[in-house]
């Protein structure tokens, strides 16, 4: 165990804090109590506002649609005239005074037994609450005829504010912007939106043996392969990501990069270095910059993590601090990592409201060797079978090191910390990878 930090004082209040087999349950909260939201905002056109975070309440300054409307194209009157079918008519017969479209408004008078033909999106007349649709009437001699045929008054209208009241809150602050926020905004006459400023996240790799994609392949060494999937899914999450490149197992070299990259981010992400052995200088180096805890945490893949602060000045208090993460080097490790305990922080500090990802139920194809005591996420196939059930299947190798698995997989198996061996057909739930916005 390390010596009792601040950070490992402050977590010990957590029930089931145990820095040796620590569930991912408790990982996550101990690391959301440590994240503050990033306060400063910006103004950005609304062209540049998608998946950036809105700062403040937005408060509609108008009443969507800004008048009753025409749901269908059909005719327009007052509604009062239906009573006549309660009294026993089969037929109702109103001649047709004017006409109305989106963006010209009928402006004359609708007398007793006229109506108006009017087009979807077109405002309602003075005086008709009601709409036929073309296809229910007969037309004749300037003229409409229809039966009583579940017509009830009110049919067919869009009311005024509807959609949107002026005055209440069309989106709260914290809302990550997607497509139909953008064109929501657009409906109330935005141009601009105020979001939170983006969080800025600097990462590394870490090691003797890695390569850059374009480098020379030498003998025992590997492609870095993290620094790109790390920016990949920053680049998801919309964060300013600063790449630091490779850092060798070089002690100065890694208090170097870490020190800038506490000075220029306000998160900082490593991999590799942080399990127990000979050449990881990682913890060490951790170890005298900051406040930080190497936990073991019961989730697999992905047992090793850093967690903590660092700071520019090279010692605890000194300069500016940065959340550091130090995320094991095994390729799948580093993204469930990331995807479990790293993307809520980061999603809490850009100020976003919390996005929890949907669990599905699903029939496993296979059967799944578990241990209790801790959480596994298994790379899996998804599918709805023709019953609309959905099965999923394991994708071969769950070694952490296999990215090809975590590539043909389309969901993560979740199995939970208590969960025991699966058999063939048991329910598990499923973390699907992509969503529809
Ligand atoms: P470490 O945690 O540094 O001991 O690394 C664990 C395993 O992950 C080793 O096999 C490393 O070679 C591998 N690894 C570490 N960093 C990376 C990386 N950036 N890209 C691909 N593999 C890595
Ligand atoms: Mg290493």
Known sequence: MTTLNHLDARSACISQYDPQALPVSAAQAIVLQWVTPLTASERVPLREALARVLAADMISPIDVPAHDNAAMDGYAFDGAALAAFASG??????????????G???????AQGQCVRIMTGAPMPAGCDTVVPQESVQVQDGAITFGPAALECGANRRRRGEDLARGGVALAAGRVLRASDIGLLASLGCVEADVRQRLRVAYFSTG???RSPGEALEPGCIYDSNRYALGAMLQRLNVE??????VRDDPA??????????????VVLTSGGVSVGEADFTRTQLQALGDVSFWSLAMRPGRPLAFGRIWSGGRPGAGRAALLFGLPGNPVATMVSFYQIVRPALMAMAGAQPQPVPLVPALSEASIRKRAGRTEFQRGLAYRDSQGQWRVAPTGSQSSGALSTMSEANCFIVLAHEATDLDAGDVVDIMLFDGLV
């Open 89 to 102: 008519s089969t037929a109702l017969t109103l001649k047709v005074g004017g006409k109305a479209f989106a």
């Open 104 to 110: 010209h408004a009928f402006e004359g008078e609708v």
């Open 208 to 210: 003797d043996e890695l």
């Open 241 to 246: 990501a600063i790449d630091l490149g490779v």
């Open 253 to 266: 070299a890694l208090a170097a990069t870490l020190k800038l990259a506490a000075e220029t981010a306000d």
